[in-house]
Nanobody, 115 residues
Framework: QVRMVESGGGSVQAGGSLRLSCAAS??????MGWYRQAPGKQRELVAG????????NYADSVKGRFTISRDNAKNMVHLQMNSLKPEDTAVYYC??????????WGQGTQVTVSS
């Protein structure tokens, strides 16, 4: 059984920083990453990273401000968020893809950025 545990959300003023972490267990994961969903909006991809670190991708809206990283030994993925804006306010969900379990999701963590 895959288990995903997120941490690191919270409230911050515009221009501040937060670091999200997600620990996954129960499988070997290829891609891992983060989505977010703001009230009244569809869930959107924020950033993703492959197991071999050979590929990362970011939403245009976060490029240059957010950095995704992972620790394969611990099956963890992190999202460093700098220069946060009010429009970054959302519930952030981590995901992890495995060949035998498909895509698994974290429970979501709230990020609130005030102006």
């Amino acid at each position: 059984q895959v288990r995903m545990v997120e941490s690191g959300g919270g409230s911050v003023q515009a221009g501040g920083s937060l670091r999200l972490s997600c620990a996954a267990s129960g499988s070997i994961f290829a891609a891992m990453g983060w989505y977010r969903q703001a009230p009244g909006k569809q869930r959107e991809l924020v950033a993703g990273i492959t197991h071999s670190f050979s590929g990362t991708n970011y939403a245009d809206s976060v490029k240059g401000r957010f950095t995704i990283s992972r620790d394969n030994a611990k099956n963890m993925v992190h999202l460093q968020m700098n220069s946060l804006k009010p429009e970054d306010t959302a519930v952030y969900y981590c995901y992890a893809d495995s060949s035998n379990r498909g895509r698994s999701w974290g429970q979501g963590t709230q990020v609130t950025v005030s102006s």
